[in-house]
């Protein structure tokens, strides 16, 4: 199914963009069950064996050198308040040296003059840019497009057949999916091609799939953060009487990236989905996310104007959890640092 670029098609997708970003932000868009990190303990170490400065954060992911083993989550876009958004978050991944993953691309390919809701003119440039589509608009010529319009870096694909059913305009059409995922990787080679979910998490057969097709990465995004059958509840009545019962679908965090990791034991791994600060960044790496990953918490901080303070946070703590559990870097960090 690719998308439909009739005028009226555009103008709805910017209200429900509007919508998602106040939705989301907002109460009652979270799973009913944790991630699953919650119930993990990293180890204390009071003696850590080296000073907190001399722990080692900067990772290589999908061709960049991040300062940082932290992605902004794949958000928004199309809107003028995204363009706000989008300014705001760029400039602090940019600052704190870590990846942005831009909102679905869906809209810009419909309409290029929305570019700049996307890439402000004048916000910095992150050290990874990563467009963004939705399986269902996904065809390999629209990947590549979307990627040169956006002067990305490479491409998150993402997977949310939940949200898609749920959503009463959405389009479960999942048919053929991984070969265009497939024809996608070929297309775009050598630049990145990543597959995530939007928060429902991944079965460890799914990955195994992306892996071999060869994606660069995936996410697994993991439940136990928003939840997108919750936020189409409360974005439409009809939508909401089928939502709930969705209220603690999917995959935890934890879980996932326990079954993804031993599914592809090669392939970089993102670990996000109720990532709400550094301490769980650090739980996400020690289970074998290369990169964790924010979303909600960092829209509620970027609307708040404090993106960058609220991403330097989640730095610190992720450095102090890395030192205090014992590590040397954050690259370090396995399953041997668990309690
Ligand atoms: C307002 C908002 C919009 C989102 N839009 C997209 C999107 O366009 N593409 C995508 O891949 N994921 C999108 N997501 C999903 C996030 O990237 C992420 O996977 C999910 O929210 C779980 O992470 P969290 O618990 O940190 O919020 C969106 C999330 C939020 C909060």
Not at 23 to 52: F, K, N, T, Y
Not at 63 to 78: D, I, R
Not at 162 to 181: D, M, N, S, Y
Not at 214 to 233: F, I, K, M, R, Y
Request: hydrophobic residues 50%; negative net charge; aromatic residues 2%.
């Amino acid at each position: 199914m690719t998308a439909r670029p009739d005028a009226e098609t555009t103008a709805s997708a910017g209200a429900r963009k509007a919508d998602h970003l106040r939705i989301a932000a907002g109460p009652g868009v979270l799973h009913a069950r944790g991630s699953g990190l919650e119930e993990l303990r990293l180890r204390h170490r009071a003696l850590p064996g080296r000073d907190l400065e001399d722990v080692a954060l900067e990772t290589s992911f999908a061709g960049a050198t991040l300062a940082a083993p932290l992605l902004v989550s794949a958000m928004t876009g199309g809107t003028a308040e995204a363009g706000a958004v989008n300014g705001a978050l760029a400039a602090a991944a940019a600052q704190h040296g870590v990846g942005l993953a831009l909102g679905s691309g869906r809209a810009l390919l419909d309409d290029p003059s929305l570019l700049e809701t996307y890439r402000p003119a004048g916000a910095p440039r992150p050290p990874l840019v990563l467009a963004n589509l939705g399986a269902v608009a996904l065809q390999p010529d629209r990947a590549e497009r979307l990627v040169e319009l956006l002067d990305a870096d490479g491409l998150f694909v993402h997977l949310n057949p939940v949200q898609e059913a749920v959503q009463p305009e959405g389009e479960p059409c999942f048919a053929g999916v991984l070969e265009r995922i497939a024809a996608t990787v070929q297309r775009l080679s050598p630049r990145p091609v990543l597959v995530k979910e939007v928060g429902f998490g991944m079965d460890p057969e799914d990955v195994g799939q992306l892996a071999a097709v060869g994606v660069s990465a995936v996410d697994v995004a993991g439940s136990g953060g928003t939840n997108w059958a919750l936020v189409e509840g409360r974005r439409d009545g009809r939508a909401g009487a089928v939502a709930q019962a969705f209220a603690d679908w999917g995959v935890p965090t934890a879980e996932a990236l326990r079954g993804a990791r031993a599914a592809a034991p090669g392939l970089p791994l993102v670990g996000s989905g109720g990532v709400g600060d550094g301490v769980a960044a650090a739980k996400a790496l020690a289970l074998g996310a290369d990169v964790a990953g924010l979303a909600r918490p960092l829209l509620v901080a970027a609307q708040d104007g404090r993106a960058g303070a609220a991403l330097g946070t989640v730095v610190r703590q992720l450095r102090i959890a890395v030192w205090a559990a014992g590590a040397a870097s954050a690259a370090q960090l396995g399953e041997e640092h668990l309690a």
